[in-house]
C-alpha cells in the first residue's frame, strides 16, 4: 500500500533527519511507529503521505508518487494530527460538508463510532473538550473507510474508557484491505492493539517486525531480583521488579513489553539489528 | 484528470467556510449601501448621489478580504494538513478558491446590492408620487469593475499563499513598493525621453507631442500589465498552492 524507498529527508542542511529509510506498510496490519521525541514519527508520516516532500529516494501509495496528491490515492488515505483542526459547526454540519469528498465515507459507522465514544452528533465542536474533539474527529477519520489510516498519537488526550473504545473500534476496522499507522510514545495504550513494531532512532528504522517475530527472537519476563542471567539483553527496574530482555533460544512464549522492547532498541540499536537482521 | 464532482465537494468545502467568515462583512456593506440612499440627517428622505458610487470600491474590497483568507488554512499545521488532504487535485481546489474569490463574490454583491436598490427604489415608487429612475450600472460599468476586482484579487490570491505571517500587510506593502518603484521608473523615463528628445529638436518643434506620446508609451505598458499581472498571479498562486509543505 505505502512503500517508502532509501528516503532523505532533513529540515535543515546539516542534520539529515532520515538517511536512505526505506519501509514497506501492507493490509491487514496494525503498525506502531514508536521513537523518542523528535525522532521523526510524524515527519516520516508526512512524508507517506506528500505533506512533505523528500530530498532524494520516493515515497508511494497504491503505486503513486505521493508528491502529486493524486486524488484516487487522497481519498484512500486518510491522515489524522495529533492536534486536530475542527470548525466551529455542529458535527452533523461538519459531516454534511466534509464526508463527500471521500466516496467510501460510512455515515453509519461514523453515527456507530460517537455513540460508542458517547459524543452527540448535534454538538458544536468549538465548545466540546480537547479530548471530545478528538473522539469526534476520531470517529470521522475511521468512518472514511480509507485503505490507509494514520492516526498521529490518537490516545492523547483520550480518557481511559474512550481508549479501550478506540481500541476495539480499530480493531474491528482493519481487513486485509486496510492499515492503520499508529504514531505514538505512548506504548501501553496501544500495546494490545499494534502488531507490527516500527521503531524510529536516529534517522533510521531500527526494528520493524510483528509481535510473532519479536516474541520468536526474544524473551520478556519480570523477575523480582536480579542475578544477572546468562545472555540478557536488557533489563530495567520497574514496580514490579526487573524487566529484562533475553533471546529466545528454548522458544518459549511470552507478552511483548513494548515499553522494554522500544528502550532496548533506542539504547542498543546495534544488538536489534544484529538480533533480527542475522 | 479533472472531475466536476470532486470540483463541487471543493467549493461546497470553500463555501462554507467562506460563508460563515464573510457574511456579516456582506450585512455590513449591504446596510452602508441601503444607508447611502439616504439623507441621514434629513429626515431620511433619498439622497441624489448616485448609490452606486461606492459599489466597485466595495466589492473589491469583499474580494480582496476573502481571498486573502481563502487559503487561511494552509497557515496552520493541523488545518494545513486538513486541506492538502482532501481528495482533490490542485487545479480543483485552486479553482474553487478561484470562483468563490472572484465570480462568486462579483456575483453575489451585484445580486445583493441590485436587491436593495430596486427595493427601495420601487419602494420609494409604490409610495411616493415622485417616480424615480433604477438606474442600474450598465453592463460595460459591471464589466469594468469586474476587470479592477479581477486586477486587484489577483495580487491578494497571490499574497495570501506566500505571506503566512500578516499576509494582508504583507501584499500591501509589496504592491506600495512596485508601485512606487513602478513610478520612479516611469518618471524618469518619461523626463529622459522629453529632455532627450528636446535637445534634438528645434524649439518650435518641441510640442506637446512628446509628451503625449510618453503617457502614450505609460498608459500602454499599464494597459497591457493590467492583463498580463493577473494571469501571472494566478499561476503563481497555482504553482505556490501545488508546492505547499506542511
Not at chain 1, 514490579?240 to 532496548?264: A, C, M
Not at chain 2, 469583499?62 to 488554512?73: H, K, Q, T
Amino acid at each position: 500500500m505505502i512503500d517508502v524507498k532509501d528516503i532523505r529527508f532533513s529540515y535543515s542542511a546539516k542534520q539529515p533527519l532520515f538517511n536512505n529509510l526505506s519501509l514497506t506498510l501492507e493490509g491487514g496490519h496494525i503498525y506502531g511507529f514508536l521513537g523518542k521525541n523528535g525522532a521523526g514519527k510524524t515527519t516520516l508520516l508526512k512524508n507517506m503521505v506528500g505533506l512533505r516532500f523528500v530530498t532524494s529516494g520516493r515515497c508511494e501509495a497504491f503505486g503513486v508518487d505521493v508528491r502529486k496528491r493524486d486524488p484516487h490515492v487522497l481519498n484512500r488515505i486518510y491522515f489524522l494530527p495529533e492536534e486536530v483542526w475542527l470548525p466551529d459547526v455542529s458535527i452533523e454540519s461538519y459531516r454534511k460538508v466534509y464526508a463527500g469528498s471521500w466516496p467510501t465515507f460510512n455515515n453509519d459507522y461514523f453515527q456507530h463510532c460517537l455513540r460508542s465514544f458517547d459524543i452527540n452528533p448535534t454538538a458544536k465542536l468549538k465548545k466540546m473538550s480537547f479530548g471530545q474533539q478528538k473522539k469526534a474527529a476520531i470517529s470521522f477519520a475511521l468512518a472514511t473507510n480509507v485503505n490507509v489510516l494514520l492516526l498521529d498519537e490518537p490516545t492523547n488526550g483520550l480518557d481511559i474508557p474512550s481508549k479501550g473504545i478506540f481500541r476495539k473500534l480499530a480493531a474491528e476496522l482493519v481487513d486485509e484491505n486496510r492499515c492503520i499507522v499508529l504514531s505514538t510514545h505512548q506504548v501501553r495504550d496501544l500495546e494490545t492493539l499494534i502488531d507490527t513494531v516500527v521503531v524510529l532512532d536516529e534517522g533510521r528504522i531500527v526494528l520493524n517486525k510483528s509481535i510473532e517475530e519479536i516474541c520468536s527472537t526474544l524473551y520478556f519476563s519480570t523477575i523480582a531480583t536480579f542475578e544477572e542471567p546468562q545472555g540478557v539483553l536488557y533489563k530495567e527496574l520497574t514496580p514490579k521488579g526487573f524487566s529484562v530482555i533475553t533471546p529466545n533460544t528454548s522458544k518459549k512464549e511470552s507478552k511483548v513489553d513494548l515499553e522494554t522492547l522500544f528502550n532496548l532498541c533506542t539504547q542498543q540499536p546495534k544488538t536489534i539489528l544484529n538480533l533480527f537482521n542475522a | 484528470m479533472f472531475s466536476f464532482n470532486r470540483f463541487y465537494e471543493q467549493l461546497k468545502i470553500v463555501l462554507f467556510h467562506g460563508t460563515r467568515k464573510h457574511g456579516t462583512m456582506l450585512l455590513i456593506f449591504l446596510l452602508y449601501f441601503l444607508l447611502s440612499h439616504f439623507n441621514i440627517f434629513n429626515h431620511m428622505t433619498l439622497s441624489d448621489k448616485d448609490p452606486y458610487s461606492s459599489f466597485e470600491l466595495i466589492t473589491v474590497l469583499a474580494a480582496v478580504l476573502s481571498s486573502i483568507e481563502v487559503f487561511g488554512r494552509l497557515r496552520m499545521v493541523n488545518s494545513g494538513i486538513n486541506y492538502l488532504m482532501l481528495p482533490a487535485t490542485t487545479l480543483e481546489k485552486f479553482l474553487a478558491a478561484f470562483l468563490y474569490t472572484t465570480i462568486g463574490t462579483f456575483l453575489v454583491y451585484t445580486l445583493s446590492f441590485g436587491v436593495v436598490h430596486a427595493l427601495i427604489i420601487g419602494g420609494n415608487n409604490l409610495t411616493s408620487s415622485v417616480e424615480l429612475a433604477y438606474s442600474f450600472p450598465s453592463a460595460v460599468e459591471l464589466w469594468n469593475v469586474f476587470k479592477t476586482l479581477l486586477f486587484i484579487q489577483s495580487l491578494f490570491f497571490l499574497g495570501s499563499l506566500v505571506f503566512k505571517k500578516s499576509p494582508l500587510a504583507m501584499t500591501l506593502l509589496v504592491i506600495i513598493s512596485c508601485i512606487l518603484v513602478f513610478t520612479f521608473v516611469m518618471s524618469w523615463q518619461f523626463f529622459h525621453q522629453i529632455t532627450f528628445d528636446n535637445n534634438l529638436l528645434k524649439p518650435d518643434e518641441i510640442g506637446s507631442l512628446q509628451a503625449e506620446d510618453a503617457f502614450s508609451m505609460i498608459k500602454n505598458a499599464l494597459t497591457i500589465g493590467s492583463w498580463i499581472l493577473p494571469f501571472a498571479c494566478w499561476t503563481a498562486a497555482y504553482f505556490r498552492l501545488k508546492s505547499t509543505q506542511i
